[in-house]
């Protein structure tokens, strides 16, 4: 009697099968982990030159949510010639860009103005270090004042900080 040899593993054919399902087990979990990495932005926080906390969000290049305060001084332009000076919240609608300047504008309550919405023009400039992320950041706008007696006043604002910022 001649005696076959067995094979442990089965045929050929079933070898290739389980390698074959194997790799496309392998393949799905890092592509979801690859996806779920991509997608996320790195949250941001920092401060700004004058001891203000700023915090962003950074996902790719694009930073996100920037929300700070930055000084800000209104000089009043129609022969006061008064002015006002405090914090005015930065919150650009448009993302910045790393290694870009970014310009835009949004029609957001002024706290110069007692929160009466002003067209804010935003200005936006950032770079990387490392993981560390700096940049600049301006604000400017106008405002009126009515006045029945002496006529309207108008006021022009002008704001600028820098920035430093590393992931929380």
């Known amino acids: 009697m001649i005696e076959r040899p067995v094979r442990i593993g089965g045929s050929r054919e079933g070898g290739f099968r389980i390698a074959l399902a194997l ?32 915090t962003f969000k950074l996902k790719g290049r694009k930073a996100m949510n920037i929300r700070t305060l930055v000084p800000t001084i209104c000089v009043e332009t129609t022969g006061g010639y008064s002015s006002r000076a405090g914090g005015e919240p930065f919150r650009p609608e448009k993302p910045g860009r790393i290694g870009r300047t970014v310009k835009s504008k949004a029609l957001q309550p002024a706290a110069m ?56």
């Open 23 to 54: 790799f496309t087990c392998l393949f799905m979990a890092w592509f979801l982990f690859a996806a779920d990495l991509a997608g996320a932005a790195t949250p941001y926080k920092g401060k700004t030159k004058g001891g203000n906390a700023v």
């Open 113 to 168: 103005n007692q929160a009466i919405e002003a067209t804010k023009n935003y200005t936006v400039t950032l770079k990387r270090k490392g993981r560390k992320v700096t940049g600049t950041l301006k604000l400017n706008f106008s405002f009126l004042i009515p006045d029945l007696f002496t006529g309207a006043k108008i006021f022009i604002c002008s704001g600028s900080t820098t920035i430093t910022a590393t992931p929380r």
